[in-house]
């Protein structure tokens, strides 16, 4: 067998195995694809409601400031799947408080020192946003959970093996069958509508 049948043999399976290893990742993207085209506009977005409040016990450590004492609520209330604070601040009554984000729903995190308790409401996702945080979800965003992070590394590898399937399909159909006018047509189609929608979303 020459070199050209086995770097197309090689690539065909590779192409085909990058597809079947990430499917799962195409489905939740074009499924999140679809909803994001009815989300509300920018600015008419309404959180969900609070699902449920935990509260927890803690004695803060002295001579911390607001972020440092926010990073140590964080690590000690251990919130399942969560992916990073942000929005640290004072409430209206001037407990620290800040945000979490979590696949499955934000955490609103207020700690009242006068308690001694920290207050987790938690906003949960409906399937479709729970989805759409999956999307989302990779290994470089904030410090993640295991089980956060493995899915995030398994996104990164969806996002590349697309890549590679999106060049090595170019790849096969040349080698094989350049002249197909379908698949010409259905070229010419998405570099355009690509084009178009790039400049339409800058």
């Known amino acids: 067998m020459g070199w050209d049948k086995r770097i197309f043999e090689y690539t065909k399976k590779l192409h085909m ?63 399942p799947l969560a992916a990073g604070r942000y929005n640290v601040h004072r409430d209206e009554q001037s407990h620290l408080a800040f945000n979490v984000f979590t696949i499955n729903g934000g955490r609103e995190v207020a700690f009242l020192e006068e308690k001694g308790v920290v207050r987790i409401d938690h906003r949960r996702n409906s399937t479709l946003s729970y989805l759409s945080s999956m999307h989302t979800a990779h290994s470089g965003r904030h410090q993640l959970t295991v089980m956060s992070s493995l899915w995030g590394y398994f996104n990164e590898f969806s996002t590349w093996a697309f890549l590679f399937m ?20 259905t070229l010419a189609a998405t570099v355009v509508v690509t084009a178009a929608l790039w400049f339409a979303i800058r």
Do not use: C, H
């Not at 990742?25 to 679809?34: D, H, K, P, R, S």
């Not at 080698?175 to 379908?182: F, I, K, Q, S």
């Open 17 to 79: 195995y990058s597809g079947l290893l990430t499917f799962s990742a195409f489905l939740v993207w074009g499924i999140t694809g679809v909803e994001a085209m009815f989300l509300p506009a920018a600015g008419e977005f309404r959180p969900p409601p609070v699902t449920g409040t935990q509260e927890v016990a803690y004695q803060a450590p002295g001579n911390l400031d607001d972020d440092k004492l926010s990073r140590a609520i964080y690590a000690a209330v251990k919130i």
């Open 166 to 185: 999106t060049f090595s399909g170019l790849y096969l159909w040349i080698a094989t069958r350049p002249g197909l006018r379908w698949a010409q047509l």
